[in-house]
């Protein structure tokens, strides 16, 4: 069974540009999350997709995040207009409908961001 | 709310010796436990977890968790380091009534030498 996905793997933009990340959960997952850590500190909730829906988005930092997730398959994260505090890695997380209540999740290899 | 500490940012042990890596967590209700670990270029790796029952949870690769609820922790330990267990590893915590994500402390490098 394939993993969580995550595209691309790194991505470098300077400041003001536009950059969409790629998340492809395990097939069948309907719970998506993404999650970020910034240098050195704690993985951070951003949010979470069950299938199409957002379920909680309490953690998304602004609204120069904007994430979706249409037919309930793949999601991505746009940042718009990205900022120098946006860099970190970016992990994508899915379960399936079963696990929802204890929180196991499965994580993707994450991608790294870096604005200059 | 909830949160986690990993007071240690890094561990260094001797290959061969026992390790310990230190989680205290704080939730409003019944905790769910996790580590993940991170190698070097790689995404986070479930080792193990805690919901219910024995308090002693056994994970991958030789790591085991004591949930310690008096003391709200829940210790990584591995009897015998290998060089190869040197990665960043995370715990996190969930709860009954907390909604759907995890919480994650800041991570603690483990750092096996010969």
């Known amino acids: 069974e394939a993993g969580v996905t995550q595209f691309p793997s790194h991505s470098v933009i300077e400041k003001g540009q536009t950059v969409t990340l790629r998340c492809d959960p395990i097939s069948g997952h309907d719970n998506l999350y993404w999650y970020r850590r910034v240098m050195g500190k704690e993985i951070k909730f951003l949010l979470h997709f069950v299938k199409e829906s957002k379920q909680d988005e309490s953690g998304m930092p602004n609204n120069r995040f904007l994430a979706e997730r249409t037919g309930g398959t793949y999601s991505t994260l746009k940042v718009q207009p990205a900022e120098l505090e946006d860099s970190g890695v970016y992990f994508c997380?899915?379960?399936?409908?079963?696990?929802?209540?204890?929180?196991?999740?499965?994580f993707g290899p994450g991608t790294r961001l870096t604005v200059l | 709310a909830q949160s986690v500490a990993q007071p240690e940012d890094q561990v260094n042990v001797a290959e061969g010796n026992p390790l310990t890596v230190k989680c205290t967590y704080s939730v409003s209700g019944n905790p769910y436990l996790f580590w993940y670990v991170q190698y070097p270029n790689r995404g986070l790796q479930f080792l193990l977890k805690?919901?219910?029952?024995?308090?002693l949870v056994k994970g991958s690769y030789g790591f085991e968790a004591e949930f310690n609820k008096s003391q709200t922790s829940f210790h990584l330990k591995k009897p015998s380091a290998l060089v190869s267990d040197s990665a960043l590893y995370f715990c996190?915590?969930?709860?009954?009534?907390?909604?759907?994500?995890?919480?994650f402390g800041t991570g603690t490098q483990l750092k096996v030498e010969l």
């Open positions: 996190a915590v969930s709860y009954t009534g907390g909604g759907n994500k995890l919480t």
């Open positions: 997380a899915s379960s399936p409908i079963y696990l929802i209540r204890i929180n196991e999740q499965f």
């Open positions: 805690y919901i219910t029952g024995d308090n």
